[in-house]
């Protein structure tokens, strides 16, 4: 069986290493809706640009993620990346 997908970078996702991502936040009414299975750096990364209200208000599908333009950058850096990479260094938080 091969490895799952990562819908933002389409890279395969090495078994064990997904992490879910709710594309409605839980918080903001996504509790029981759709989830996607992601790297986890790239959901860490979604979760460090955009915040929760901006999430469910102008986020809430992979199409849209890829149109922001800290995301955009993210991914293309990314793409280059063997599937099991992860950064040894956190990214900076978005500013609040």
Known sequence: MSDPVCPLCNRPIPSGS??????????????????????????????????EAELARSFDTIASLRTHPRL????????????GFRSKVPGKRRSR
């Open 72 to 83: 955009a950058k993210f991914i293309a850096w990314i793409a280059k990346r063997p599937p």
């Open 18 to 51: 997904g992490s879910l991502h709710h594309l409605i936040p839980k918080l903001k009414g996504g509790k029981g809706g759709p989830t996607v299975l992601l790297h986890d750096i790239c959901h860490r990364e979604i979760h460090a640009t955009l915040s």
